[in-house]
């Protein structure tokens, strides 16, 4: 497939495990297998596709709310994808980053996020940004309260500047899978401009020719910020 416009950063709400999982007769912890299980195949395809930043949403900070069983079940597999991860690492070249507050995690995955940015951080080919007990406002806040302790003017590109995605720049996609409109809190400062493209296929369904079709549509989008 042709793409004419390749996007440099994309963002994917990754979407519809749990549905996934109801439609199978199936609880939504076998979705969210299934799901992280896919998320390496869309990675490398991206990255094979030209775009050089990919962001995804892994756990919001309100997904806290879910049972507790739900949530232990999320924790378990990004530890796990994480140190799948440090394990190929020798084999790309791309940096990842986890994004959104440390301090609710626990110990076991700080350890294992910070191992794997540690080992990745001189790797220049892609940034991998993972975002785990992340929210959009909470960053804003953030970076607001780091430009205050500086001493720094509060200016908007100051603000871009301290958000945690600031090496990857604004997102020029941001893609979401299992049929909801809304954003949920996500890159909410930096997709200002971002074109968005929704999906009703569930995030494990989601795969290289499903992407492909995101990719295809942005090309044809005439994005303007604000000119004529
Ligand atoms: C996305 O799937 C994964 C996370 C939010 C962690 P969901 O778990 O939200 O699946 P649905 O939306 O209930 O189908
Ligand atoms: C957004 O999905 C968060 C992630 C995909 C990680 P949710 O399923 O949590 O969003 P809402 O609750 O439908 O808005
Ligand atoms: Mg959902």
Redesign the pocket.
Known sequence: METVNVPSHVGI???GNGRWATAKGQKRSYGHKHGSANVDNIVTHAFKRGVKSLTL????A??WARPKEEVDELMKLLKAYLKKFAKKLYKNDVRLIVIGGREELSEDLRKAISEVEEKSKDNKSNILNI?INYGGRQEIVNAVKRLIEKGEEITVNGISENLYTSLSGDPDLIIRTGG?L?L?N?LLYQGAYSELYFTDVLWPDFNEIEFDKAMEEFGHRKRRFGKV
Request: glycine share 0%.
């Open positions: 709400i990754m979407d949403y892994a756990f919001s309100e997904n975002a909801e809304r949920s996500f």
